[in-house]
């Protein structure tokens, strides 16, 4: 069955600490992985998303994420987290061959000054 | 307005009454999609409508839940006879073209409370 994990229901981190979240996906096309953020009160922004080609995306406010095939991992990283980044994050699979989206159920980030 | 947006932003309702939640995408945006986001949980698909194809309900959850969309504007999420289990945020999103190959832009949700 077509999934995404997202392991981490809640990460805390210090401002200026480097950031992972974590994403796995089970999916039987090639799969476009999304990465959205969801501020308090606010809606989802696609933060980055992978098709093809590079297998490291760069994205808006300084995140990048790295699909994995051998390991069905698409994770989010940031070098150096600002205390605005703190939100909660969606990962997402769609494919060429559906029209809708699968998510994860988020990762709450919360950071520390 | 440059974005997507809903109304109304909160509802608390009566159990056993009927709600009607708003969504005005983003124009020229021919697909329009609704989630369902409980608390702490991720988002669920409900409906999804392509320009004038048929909409997918395979994700509307009982026959209480019914959506409508005028050609490519605004689209209308009804909930009749509502139950505790229906309050969560419902999300809207448009997309130029297929929502799983290109990005969602999504509205701020109308947050429902039944009580």
């Known amino acids: 069955a077509q999934s995404v994990t997202q392991p981490d229901i809640h990460i805390t981190v210090s401002e200026g600490a480097s950031l992972e979240l974590r994403c796995n996906y089970s999916y039987g096309a090639t799969p476009y992985l999304f990465w959205y953020v969801q501020s308090p009160g606010q809606g989802l922004q696609l933060l980055l998303k992978?098709?093809?080609?590079?297998?490291l995306v760069q994205g808006i406010k300084g995140f990048e994420a790295e699909f994995k095939r051998s390991q069905s991992s698409f994770n989010l990283r940031k070098p150096s987290v600002h205390w605005s980044d703190a939100a909660e994050y969606f990962c997402?699979?769609?494919?060429?061959?559906?029209?809708?989206?699968?998510f994860g159920t988020g990762t709450r980030l919360q950071v520390f000054p | 307005g440059a974005g997507v947006s809903q109304s109304p932003s909160n509802k608390v309702t009566e159990k056993g009454k009927d709600v009607e939640l708003r969504c005005d995408p983003i124009?020229?945006?021919?697909?329009l999609y609704w989630y369902r986001q409980r608390l702490g949980q991720g988002l669920e698909f409900l409906i999804y409508?392509?320009?004038?194809?048929?909409?997918?309900k395979s994700g509307l959850p009982s026959d209480r839940f019914s959506a409508e969309r005028t050609g490519e504007s605004v689209s209308t999420l009804t909930i009749q006879r509502t139950q505790q289990e229906d309050s969560a945020v419902y999300l809207c999103?448009?997309?130029f073209g297929r929502g799983s190959t290109g990005e969602q832009f999504f509205g701020p949700g109308t947050r429902l409370t039944v009580l």
């Open positions: 992978y098709f093809s080609g590079d297998t």
């Open positions: 124009s020229g945006h021919t697909a």
């Open positions: 999103a448009s997309s």
């Open positions: 997402a699979v769609g494919a060429w061959n559906t029209d809708k989206l699968i």
């Open positions: 409508f392509q320009g004038n194809s048929a909409p997918d």
